[in-house]
């Protein structure tokens, strides 16, 4: 056991596992480096192996009676306190998730890490003011009671580390799970700082547990984990089919929140300055957000005038360091992922694909690429039907409000679709027939946390957010009793 730390960015952040709220090292170490500089080595992190998954699953195991013996109430502390002091340590976990991820500062600060306390808070107030349904039938009151289910794993992408694992790790807690996160390998050192908190508030040892290393080392042997109760995914289609294989295994019930592939349509009547404002935000983090509506699929009419004016837009996005106030832009988060977003631009334009703009790295040291836009030469052109996630956009035309819907539905992916138009009607028939799991009609990126959340075919199995993750982590039961019995 060891409490090794390194300085990033003048944040001491310890680079070992945590387990029964003790750091814990590995005999082997991975090297993290900085999106903004990739000669900055950034730590030489805890390298997880089936002996740390295993070790971290009996801790869970092992406190999970009493910290499920708790009320909502007590647990609900535990979880208030955290959030409180995850707002007062912003500006450290902004520091440290902008160096490992390069998410631009200003957007971690103000929007993400915030709402990452608002998880906590959200779910701790759900959880307490818990109704069940109840009613009576057959001569029974019947009732519908929510029972912890057991230890869990939550596994998650290196998009938004703190945030989407907090979406994940707060419901758990607050059903009265216990849990064992890992957090990715290319972004893996802001959910360390976020167990500094968690023993700065006291939770119980074991109750929350993170493991840093690779997915198909400890991830796949914490999934494989027969005493696991419940698995919670955040990633690509690819890993989820293979843990969903793992699950199905040992019978554990799992969500999986994958990829997206997002139609954003803009119909001839909508509010232009809105659609192309709206439209340029999805090159914000560097295309690199699941929600994202990348495709544009624009009646024909107003093409000319939706490209003029995106690309006056987008000319207006700065490419720079993510700590800058003014960058707009940042880094891709990997050489190996800048290299498979250059592929997909490079075999796209090879095949016949128009260049409207972009398509370049920016410089030749660093992992920055430049807002793209292609007109694809068909609907079944790759550049349409994989995700890139990346600054990499498409724009395609329909004629007709069925062939917007018809290309709105033609990818294998369901994960958001947004749609603009002043007309009401036109806006409840697209929400009606289009395939996905939110729709934004004249807006973008508003969530929510109690409603549900997932994607339809590709884009996930299963549903969080409010009510609908409580019972994902939970047993349900149903409760009947005679109407005749008394108390006593
Ligand atoms: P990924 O699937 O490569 O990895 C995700 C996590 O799974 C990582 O922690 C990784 O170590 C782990 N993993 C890999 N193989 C594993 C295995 N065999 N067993 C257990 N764990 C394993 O995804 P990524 O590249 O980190 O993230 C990008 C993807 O995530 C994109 O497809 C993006 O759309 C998706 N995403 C979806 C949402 C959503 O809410 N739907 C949010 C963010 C990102």
Redo the contacts with the bound molecule.
């Keep these: 056991m060891s409490e090794d730390r390194t300085n990033v960015g003048g944040v001491a952040v310890a680079t070992g596992h945590f387990i029964n709220n003790v750091r814990v090292s590995s005999h082997a170490t991975f090297e993290d480096r900085s999106p903004l500089d990739w000669s900055l080595k950034l730590a030489d992190v805890a390298r997880g192996t089936a002996r740390d998954a295993e070790m971290a699953v009996s801790a869970a195991l092992d406190a999970f009676p009493a910290w499920a013996a708790l009320s909502t109430k007590q647990r609900a502390k535990y979880l208030h306190r955290l959030a409180d002091l995850i707002d007062e340590n912003v500006e450290r976990i902004a520091t440290v998730e902008c160096l490992d991820m390069a998410m631009l500062v200003e957007s971690l600060r103000l929007r993400v890490i915030p709402r990452a306390a608002r998880n906590f808070r959200a779910y701790a107030d759900l959880a307490e003011s818990y109704e069940p349904r109840q009613w009576a039938s057959n001569g029974t009151h019947n009732m519908v009671l929510r029972m912890p289910a057991g230890p869990t794993v939550v ?6 580390p703190f945030m ?1 694992s907090t979406w994940k790790c707060a419901p758990a807690l607050a059903a009265g799970n216990t849990v064992v996160l ?5 972004s893996p050192l802001s959910c360390s700082l976020l167990m500094d908190l968690v023993l700065e508030a006291e939770f119980p040892p074991g109750v929350f547990n993170l493991v840093q ?4 080392e400890v ?2 042997s ?2 494989a984990e027969a005493r696991v109760r419940r698995i919670s ?8 089919r ?2 969903g294989v ?1 699950a199905a295994k040992n019978l554990v019930p799992f969500t999986a ?4 592939k997002g139609p954003f349509v803009v119909f001839a009547d909508a509010d232009l300055d809105l659609a192309t404002e709206k439209a340029t935000l999805m090159y914000d983090d560097a295309g ?4 994202a509506g990348t495709r544009l699929i624009v009646e024909a009419s107003i093409r000319d005038d939706f490209l003029e004016r995106l690309t006056n837009l987008t000319e207006q996005h700065v490419l720079g360091d993510s700590r800058d106030r003014d960058t707009t832009i940042s880094p891709l988060i990997h050489p190996d ?1 800048f290299a498979r977003v250059e592929g997909f631009v490079q075999r796209s334009l090879a095949a016949g694909d128009t260049l409207l703009f972009g398509g370049e790295r920016l410089k030749d040291d660093g992992l920055w690429f430049e807002p793209t836009l292609i007109e694809p030469r068909d609907n079944d052109a790759e550049i349409v039907q994989r ?1 890139v ?1 990346g600054p990499v956009l498409t724009l395609q035309t329909f004629e007709s409000e069925a062939e917007a819907i018809e290309l709105a539905n033609s990818t294998k992916y369901g ?1 958001t679709a947004m749609v603009f138009t002043s007309d009401q009607k036109k806006a409840d028939r697209f929400g009606q027939s289009v395939r996905a799991g939110t729709i934004w009609v004249n807006c973008f990126l508003v969530r929510d946390l109690t409603a549900p ?3 339809i075919g590709i ?2 199995v299963g549903r969080e957010g409010g009510d609908y993750a409580l019972d994902f982590y939970s047993d349900l039961k149903t409760y009947q009793v005679k109407e005749e019995t008394t108390n006593g």
């Design positions: 596994i998650t992408p290196w998009n938004a989407l890992k957090p990715a390998e290319w290393g690779m997915g198909d991830g796949a914490l999934v995914f955040t990633g690509s289609p690819e890993t989820g293979r843990i793992a929140e994958l990829g997206g690199q957000v699941c929600l992922h995700e996630f994960l959340f997932g994607g884009s996930g």
